[in-house]
């Protein structure tokens, strides 16, 4: 709430005859000040601290900061930002709810009132990630596997229906409805957001963080919003401001059309690579220019949602016309039309082509010379054009077998088979980024028309599955007629939610796995999504990659990554004759006249009329009532987190590091998903020897992510990623390291923490450039902590992942400029200490602390950036920090 307006921002405006009180931009003037020429995100930010002003974390000269922005500065003012609202996933939202209901019990355990710990900013789920394609292939697939998640996933529901009940300004959308982002865009986001506070009705900008990293797709309607961790994303429920320093802006222009045969996953493949090269990791990109009006919102959306690809903090559109027309076809209220436009040009916030705000640095990308194209083995800004694709796969093939022609003969549905490396054993079409966009989804289907009037069928290796992000897209399909070409190529509804992309392709064909596993071959898969890590999609899939909709159904037809997808048939006509792509690949206007034809409002005002309602399934869940939750100490999916545990109600003070050993040294690109315990749970891991301990059958383990709110199984998850490399462990790939602490024999990660916890040593990991790059995983911070890690030194950061850990009590460190462990000469066998944290006992932050590893001595950067991180490390952790300010204000 603000109490100072230092600028007599505060005004009304009258939309319609309904009065909105709001804080006008253009109030901020005086020398230096030019808010006209700010980028549009920037705008959004100053008027969040207008609105929030209150003399104390928000102040006239923070304000003045951000209007006299200079873009050419590198990031050095910190302010404070107050989203709107929290969007989550179940797969980071169920341990969110868990840490509120443990919260509620440490607050009444220092003498507080439990019902304080209650959202402040409305919180919205979305349970989207827990659904797996364990059938596919025919018309029972989405209802067979809705049972199956209900059966697999009923505590956690339950416990969500609790929360949902408990919790005031807190909504659940139930399984089966979509993914969370295009649900966000199609219904959540409001653009221009209302509330009543002290009898006013405010209107500001739609803002959000999310605890996914693709809360991005929601840039593309207008709303500045991204990805944190779940911890972060609790703070802001309660009611505190994200710290941030104000970024350095890229302007991305825009000009010209996408040629024909180029879709929307071409172009954001293109941006992908423009911006990895560029570097913006921990900048705002913006796009701006001619080529942004004629950019349909789909693709937009699609492109914001690449942001943590390219590493951007958003990748944010300006508001205009397509922006309100989106809202309107997506069942917005005329009054909400009415209302964004008109506080958008009020505000200056309303984007105008042939206007150019001042920006930190500029790309300019022409669409007319986007080509198709596809990304991978391993990395999504990895693009190679679809011409090259063949070749481009030979020569990665060389990284993961020596026989580069080995072949395996296997029986399957009464055929003799053979199958290769690049075989395509999965082709899935999933993920938000792409179904959320009707071009390419519709192209997909006509796609799969073409092809079966043609008489061509998938490759019998393929496993195919369709999971839309929105009950909306099986409404256009079963409209424009569409549903029965993509069932016959086995490309049948598997789900609605996120399911190949976050690793739920549940199990290859029986037989094709045998063969993979017997041959050990480089098979791949091909998805529309946007992530294709390593060990990310399926255990027997070595290399995946990224395409277009349409592309998925092409390399399902055509059953391998090797050869020309253009000059090779893709099969025989019933007339014997082959069948190439040009043959079957749909115009843009047919794709157009299906698009106009199939969609309408209607669809999205029935399907989100009861959004949060849920179905039979859902309603009749039995659900525990009461303030605090009633845990069941037997349950593997739901236990009360440690974090409180012991904790005094005043912060200790912040020690010094000594006698630490490493626990893993680690190598460049080490991913959240290397960290963060993610996908099946193997029965000889620890994790599964934890649940065969309390009674699970191995065909109830269920995912990592289905356990989140079960810290004992995610501990012994943690760092266990199948394509993790620990130098320590030489020759091991997964959760291995040496055991310092006892005879120096080879272990599994979890089993040596406990020895070194048990003997009272802190642990340290040491690691390479872009430590932590992909999802926004709180589990890889909080696994990371549990595990009894002090501190990581790194050579360089992903922004999420340095703040998870902050946000946990683990120190971030950085090498110094050019060095790196190798260069150093550090081994991972050292003991090391850290002596200088304790300054931070005195309220400032030290620029470097003195590192003592054996012989070697090196002064390592502290990478806490901000006062408000520093507040957070002082008490142990963010929910620390946020639970002893609540109990302080009585």
């Given at each position: 709430?603000?109490?100072?307006?230092?600028?007599?921002?505060?005004?009304?405006?009258?939309?319609?005859?309904?009065?909105?009180?709001?804080?006008?931009?253009?109030?901020?003037?005086?020398?230096?000040?030019?808010?006209?020429?700010?980028?549009?995100?920037?705008?959004?930010?100053?008027?969040?601290?207008?609105?929030?002003?209150?003399?104390?974390?928000?102040?006239?000269?923070?304000?003045?900061?951000?209007?006299?922005?200079?873009?050419?500065?590198?990031?050095?003012?910190?302010?404070?930002?107050?989203?709107?609202?929290?969007?989550?996933?179940?797969?980071?939202?169920?341990?969110?709810?868990?840490?509120?209901?443990?919260?509620?019990?440490?607050?009444?355990?220092?003498?507080?009132?439990?019902?304080?710990?209650?959202?402040?900013?409305?919180?919205?789920?979305?349970?989207?990630?827990?659904?797996?394609?364990?059938?596919?292939?025919?018309?029972?697939?989405?209802?067979?596997?809705?049972?199956?998640?209900?059966?697999?996933?009923?505590?956690?529901?339950?416990?969500?229906?609790?929360?949902?009940?408990?919790?005031?300004?807190?909504?659940?959308?139930?399984?089966?409805?979509?993914?969370?982002?295009?649900?966000?865009?199609?219904?959540?986001?409001?653009?221009?957001?209302?509330?009543?506070?002290?009898?006013?009705?405010?209107?500001?900008?739609?803002?959000?963080?999310?605890?996914?990293?693709?809360?991005?797709?929601?840039?593309?309607?207008?709303?500045?919003?991204?990805?944190?961790?779940?911890?972060?994303?609790?703070?802001?429920?309660?009611?505190?401001?994200?710290?941030?320093?104000?970024?350095?802006?890229?302007?991305?222009?825009?000009?010209?059309?996408?040629?024909?045969?180029?879709?929307?996953?071409?172009?954001?493949?293109?941006?992908?690579?423009?911006?990895?090269?560029?570097?913006?990791?921990?900048?705002?990109?913006?796009?701006?220019?001619?080529?942004?009006?004629?950019?349909?919102?789909?693709?937009?959306?699609?492109?914001?949602?690449?942001?943590?690809?390219?590493?951007?903090?958003?990748?944010?559109?300006?508001?205009?016309?397509?922006?309100?027309?989106?809202?309107?076809?997506?069942?917005?209220?005329?009054?909400?039309?009415?209302?964004?436009?008109?506080?958008?040009?009020?505000?200056?916030?309303?984007?105008?082509?042939?206007?150019?705000?001042?920006?930190?640095?500029?790309?300019?990308?022409?669409?007319?010379?986007?080509?198709?194209?596809?990304?991978?083995?391993?990395?999504?800004?990895?693009?190679?054009?679809?011409?090259?694709?063949?070749?481009?796969?030979?020569?990665?093939?060389?990284?993961?077998?020596?026989?580069?022609?080995?072949?395996?003969?296997?029986?399957?549905?009464?055929?003799?088979?053979?199958?290769?490396?690049?075989?395509?054993?999965?082709?899935?079409?999933?993920?938000?980024?792409?179904?959320?966009?009707?071009?390419?989804?519709?192209?997909?289907?006509?796609?799969?028309?073409?092809?079966?009037?043609?008489?061509?069928?998938?490759?019998?290796?393929?496993?195919?599955?369709?999971?839309?992000?929105?009950?909306?897209?099986?409404?256009?399909?079963?409209r424009s007629g569409l549903t029965p070409y993509l069932d016959k190529l086995g490309f049948n509804l598997v789900g609605y939610g996120c399911t190949t992309c976050i690793g739920n392709s549940g199990p290859l064909i029986p037989e094709v796995s045998a063969a993979v596993n017997e041959g050990d071959l480089a098979v791949t898969s091909v998805l529309s999504g946007n992530r294709n890590?390593?060990?990310?999609?399926?255990?027997?899939?070595?290399?995946?990659?990224?395409?277009?909709?349409?592309?998925?159904?092409?390399?399902?037809?055509?059953?391998?990554?090797?050869?020309?997808?253009?000059?090779?048939?893709?099969?025989?006509?019933?007339?014997?004759?082959?069948?190439?792509?040009?043959?079957?690949?749909?115009?843009?206007?047919?794709?157009?006249?299906?698009?106009?034809?199939?969609?309408?409002?209607?669809?999205?005002?029935?399907?989100?009329?009861?959004?949060?309602?849920?179905?039979?399934?859902?309603?009749?869940?039995?659900?525990?009532?009461?303030?605090?939750?009633?845990?069941?100490?037997?349950?593997?999916?739901?236990?009360?987190?440690?974090?409180?545990?012991?904790?005094?109600?005043?912060?200790?003070?912040?020690?010094?590091?000594?006698?630490?050993?490493?626990?893993?040294?680690?190598?460049?690109?080490?991913?959240?998903?290397?960290?963060?315990?993610?996908?099946?749970?193997k029965k000889d891991s620890p994790a599964g020897t934890y649940l065969a301990e309390h009674g699970v059958e191995q065909r109830d383990f269920n995912s990592y992510g289905s356990r989140r709110g079960n810290h004992e199984v995610m501990i012994r998850g943690t760092f266990a990623n199948i394509r993790l490399r620990n130098q320590l462990a030489p020759g091991t790939e997964g959760g291995?390291?040496?055991?310092?602490?006892?005879?120096?024999?080879?272990?599994?990660?979890?089993?040596?923490?406990?020895?070194?916890?048990?003997?009272?040593?802190?642990?340290?990991?040491?690691?390479?450039?872009?430590?932590?790059?992909?999802?926004?995983?709180?589990?890889?911070?909080?696994?990371?902590?549990?595990?009894?890690?002090?501190?990581?030194?790194?050579?360089?950061?992903?922004?999420?992942?340095?703040?998870?850990?902050?946000?946990?009590?683990?120190?971030?460190?950085?090498?110094?400029?050019?060095?790196?462990?190798?260069?150093?000469?550090?081994?991972?066998?050292?003991?090391?200490?850290?002596?200088?944290?304790?300054?931070?006992?005195?309220?400032?932050?030290?620029?470097?602390?003195?590192?003592?590893?054996?012989?070697?001595?090196?002064?390592?950067?502290?990478?806490?950036?901000?006062?408000?991180?520093?507040?957070?490390?002082?008490?142990?952790?963010?929910m620390q920090f946020v639970l002893r300010s609540l109990k302080n204000k009585g």
């Amino acid at each position: 709430m603000a109490s100072k307006d230092s600028f007599g921002a505060k005004s009304t405006l009258d939309v319609d005859g309904k009065a909105y009180e709001i804080f006008r931009l253009d109030a901020v003037t005086g020398e230096g000040l030019d808010v006209a020429s700010l980028p549009f995100s920037l705008k959004v930010l100053l008027e969040n601290l207008l609105r929030t002003e209150d003399g104390a974390n928000i102040t006239a000269d923070d304000i003045k900061a951000l209007a006299g922005w200079d873009a050419d500065a590198d990031p050095s003012k910190e302010i404070q930002f107050t989203p709107a609202r929290v969007i989550m996933q179940d797969f980071t939202g169920v341990p969110c709810v868990v840490d509120l209901a443990t919260m509620r019990e440490a607050m009444a355990e220092l003498g507080g009132d439990a019902t304080k710990i209650n959202p402040l900013a409305p919180a919205e789920m979305v349970i989207d990630h827990s659904v797996i394609a364990d059938v596919f292939g025919n018309p029972e697939a989405f209802e067979r596997n809705v049972e199956i998640e209900y059966e697999r996933n009923r505590e956690r529901y339950q416990f969500l229906r609790w929360g949902q009940g408990a919790f005031d300004d807190f909504k659940v959308v139930p399984p089966g409805t979509g993914i969370v982002h295009q649900v966000n865009i199609e219904h959540l986001a409001r653009t221009v957001f209302t509330r009543e506070v002290d009898g006013e009705l405010q209107a500001y900008p739609d803002t959000c963080v999310g605890t996914d990293s693709h809360t991005t797709m929601v840039n593309g309607i207008g709303v500045v919003g991204w990805g944190v961790g779940g911890i972060e994303a609790e703070a802001a429920m309660l009611g505190q401001p994200v710290s941030m320093l104000i970024p350095r802006v890229v302007g991305f222009k825009l000009a010209g059309d996408l040629p024909e045969g180029s879709t929307a996953t071409d172009l954001v493949l293109t941006i992908t690579e423009m911006l990895r090269q560029h570097g913006v990791v921990g900048k705002f990109v913006e796009f701006y220019g001619p080529g942004v009006s004629a950019l349909p919102l789909a693709n937009r959306a699609t492109i914001g949602n690449m942001s943590p690809e390219f590493g951007s903090t958003i990748a944010v559109f300006p508001i205009d016309e397509q922006t309100v027309d989106y809202l309107r076809l997506t069942g917005r209220s005329d009054e909400q039309l009415a209302l964004v436009e008109a506080y958008a040009k009020t505000q200056g916030i309303w984007h105008d082509p042939d206007h150019e705000p001042r920006y930190s640095e500029s790309l300019e990308l022409d669409l007319a010379t986007v080509v198709p194209s596809i990304a991978g083995p391993k990395r999504p800004q990895d693009r190679i054009e679809v011409t090259s694709a063949g070749s481009a796969f030979d020569t990665a093939l060389g990284d993961y077998t020596d026989e580069p022609e080995k072949k395996v003969a296997f029986s399957l549905d009464g055929q003799e088979l053979e199958l290769e490396h690049g075989a395509v054993t999965i082709a899935a079409i999933t993920s938000c980024t792409n179904t959320s966009n009707p071009s390419v989804m519709i192209g997909a289907a006509l796609l799969a028309k073409n092809a079966v009037d043609k008489g061509l069928a998938r490759k019998p290796w393929v496993k195919t599955t369709l999971a839309p992000g929105s009950q909306v897209v099986t409404d256009y399909y079963e409209r424009s007629g569409l549903t029965p070409y993509l069932d016959k190529l086995g490309f049948n509804l598997v789900g609605y939610g996120c399911t190949t992309c976050i690793g739920n392709s549940g199990p290859l064909i029986p037989e094709v796995s045998a063969a993979v596993n017997e041959g050990d071959l480089a098979v791949t898969s091909v998805l529309s999504g946007n992530r294709n890590f390593e060990g990310r999609i399926n255990p027997d899939i070595k290399m995946n990659y990224l395409a277009s909709p349409p592309l998925v159904v092409a390399y399902a037809l055509k059953g391998t990554m090797r050869g020309s997808l253009f000059d090779d048939p893709l099969g025989q006509d019933t007339d014997g004759n082959d069948v190439y792509l040009k043959d079957i690949w749909p115009s843009p206007s047919d794709v157009q006249s299906v698009m106009d034809d199939a969609i309408d409002t209607d669809m999205f005002d029935r399907r989100y009329a009861d959004v949060f309602k849920g179905d039979e399934r859902w309603r009749s869940l039995s659900t525990p009532e009461g303030d605090t939750f009633a845990w069941d100490e037997d349950s593997t999916y739901v236990r009360r987190a440690p974090y409180f545990d012991g904790m005094p109600a005043e912060p200790e003070a912040v020690t010094d590091i000594e006698g630490a050993r490493v626990l893993l040294k680690l190598g460049d690109s080490v991913t959240t998903d290397h960290i963060s315990p993610a996908g099946a749970i193997k029965k000889d891991s620890p994790a599964g020897t934890y649940l065969a301990e309390h009674g699970v059958e191995q065909r109830d383990f269920n995912s990592y992510g289905s356990r989140r709110g079960n810290h004992e199984v995610m501990i012994r998850g943690t760092f266990a990623n199948i394509r993790l490399r620990n130098q320590l462990a030489p020759g091991t790939e997964g959760g291995f390291t040496k055991d310092f602490a006892g005879d120096g024999e080879i272990t599994t990660v979890y089993e040596a923490s406990e020895k070194y916890i048990a003997a009272g040593t802190p642990l340290v990991v040491l690691a390479g450039k872009e430590y932590g790059s992909g999802s926004s995983r709180d589990w890889a911070a909080k696994g990371t902590a549990l595990l009894g890690v002090k501190a990581v030194i790194a050579e360089s950061y992903e922004r999420i992942h340095r703040s998870n850990l902050i946000g946990m009590g683990v120190l971030p460190l950085q090498f110094p400029a050019g060095e790196s462990a190798e260069s150093l000469g550090l081994t991972g066998e050292e003991t090391f200490s850290f002596t200088g944290v304790t300054e931070l006992n005195d309220g400032t932050i030290p620029r470097t602390v003195k590192v003592k590893a054996d012989d070697v001595e090196f002064d390592a950067v502290v990478r806490i950036d901000t006062p408000g991180e520093a507040s957070y490390y002082r008490n142990g952790g963010i929910m620390q920090f946020v639970l002893r300010s609540l109990k302080n204000k009585g």
